[in-house]
């Protein structure tokens, strides 16, 4: 008998591919569509609703008329955009950051992450997450063969009934010493924070830095909304010398300059950490987009002159105030941000009709996406149910929260509150 003719599935998929449940953006796209109240206001998915400033998209039009820009970059970066990065971020890190050994340029942060574990993760190492966490932090660390361990952020003891910080988000630092093990190869960290906002205090990333410098963890820190912040913010690697010597820092060009199809991302980190993660990255996808990343480049040489910066986190902040007035009105409790483009609001005094259909794959799902379903279908604005950020075990956390994303004209920001509105009839007293 042949091999094939033996094998009982030849289309069986791998493992790490197989058996995942129907995730949150299908199930929010799906009732978006069936919605009678239409077009829905999408206030789900953290994407722009509108363009990279001028010079960024003028830079991106002038570079497909050069040669070199529509032929392979080396698999580093462009050397024009490790330098521009090197020259922006230096000032910010204290010293003087070397663009060829320092620095890799890859295709989104999301795949510079994946290098990262797949530069550093041998079969069953693990990596320590916060939940709430981005969602494809955890396929990228089983894609290599590592194991998730989670720790959860505690949330405000009175979220559920008046507004507060995001800073009262909180770790356990005991708890997170406790999960660290012989096995723990990494630990992940986000600041600012995606969904909750929470930028990071000096006390409490010093407090992660040494317990990673006692037991020898790498720090793989997300700042990929490292220019939206409101409050002061620390970057984790300048610490100390001890804790720069385990931190990859991972931004984004396309959180950076509204361009989030671009798919530009990079790391920074000592030569020791960095050379393995591009060795990954060249065998991921070898090199990353050359039109996209000279105008990157030419947008950090660029971004002092117009301001864009100080313009851009003013921005943000004013349709952040704008937006959460409407929660302020209806008296729901929201999660004020310290930075980032998401809010968490608790819906808890939300009463939904109790002879509400659901469909299935929704009604097994906890409260928040039931709370999602019926804003989409009732409403016609889309949020996204945060208990897909936890694990089961602590789902009950968020269970009365939804994310929305206020990085939108102010047009739709205005509609998404008018419609908002109809949810008066449906809140408890």
């Not at 960024?56 to 970066?77: E, F, I, R």
């Not at 008046?162 to 999960?179: C, F, G, N, R, V």
């Not at 980032?340 to 799902?365: I, T, W």
Request: net charge negative; proline share 7%; glycine share 6%.
């Amino acid at each position: 008998m042949s091999a094939s003719a033996a094998r009982a599935d030849p289309f069986k998929p791998a493992k790490r591919v197989a058996g995942q449940r129907q995730d949150v953006w299908s199930i929010v796209n799906e009732a978006a569509a069936a919605s009678p109240v239409q077009p829905i206001v999408n206030m789900g998915q953290g994407f722009f609703g509108y363009n990279p400033p001028q010079f960024v998209l003028d830079a991106a039009k002038q570079a497909l008329d050069k040669v070199d820009c529509n032929q392979y970059s080396p698999t580093k970066g462009r050397p024009r955009l490790k330098k521009a990065i090197a020259d922006a971020y230096s000032p910010f890190f204290g010293r003087t950051i070397d663009p060829e050994k320092e620095v890799t340029i890859t295709t989104g942060a999301n795949e510079g992450m994946l290098s990262a574990f797949m530069g550093f993760l041998e079969q069953d190492d693990e990596v320590i997450v916060f939940e709430p966490f981005f969602d494809q932090y955890i396929s990228n660390i089983e894609m290599p063969g590592g194991k998730v361990v989670y720790v959860p952020m505690h949330p405000p003891p009175n979220g559920a009934t008046e507004t507060s910080s995001a800073a009262e988000w909180k770790i356990d630092m005991d708890q997170l010493e406790k999960a660290i093990t012989p096995k723990t190869r990494m630990v992940v960290l986000n600041s600012p924070h995606n969904p909750i906002g929470k930028v990071f205090s000096r006390e409490e990333l010093q407090a992660v830095g040494d317990l990673c410098v006692k037991h020898g963890v790498i720090i793989l820190s997300d700042e990929v909304y490292d220019r939206l912040y409101y409050v002061p913010f620390t970057r984790v690697a300048t610490l100390s010398p001890e804790i720069a010597a385990l931190t990859l820092t991972v931004g984004s060009g396309g959180k950076n300059f509204y361009a989030t199809g671009w798919r530009v991302g990079w790391l920074i980190g000592p030569e020791h950490l960095i050379k393995y993660v591009s060795a990954a990255h060249t065998r991921i996808c070898y090199s990353s987009v050359s039109p996209l990343q000279e105008a990157t480049a030419i947008g950090f040489e660029e971004a002092d002159k117009h301001n864009f910066w100080d313009e851009s986190k003013k921005e943000m902040r004013g349709k952040m105030t704008k937006f959460n007035a409407i929660w302020d009105e209806l008296g729901l409790p929201y999660s004020d941000p310290e930075g980032g483009y998401f809010v968490l609001v608790n819906m808890s005094k939300v009463q939904l009709p109790d002879d509400y259909e659901f469909p299935p794959h929704v009604a097994e799902r906890p409260r928040d996406f039931k709370l999602a379903w019926f804003l989409i279908k009732e409403v016609g604005v889309a949020a996204i149910p945060p208990t897909e950020f936890f694990t089961p075990e602590n789902a009950h956390i968020v269970e009365d929260w939804l994310r929305f994303a206020v990085c939108k004209n102010d047009d739709v920001l205005e509609t998404a509150q008018d419609r908002l509105r109809g949810l008066k009839k449906y809140i408890k007293k």
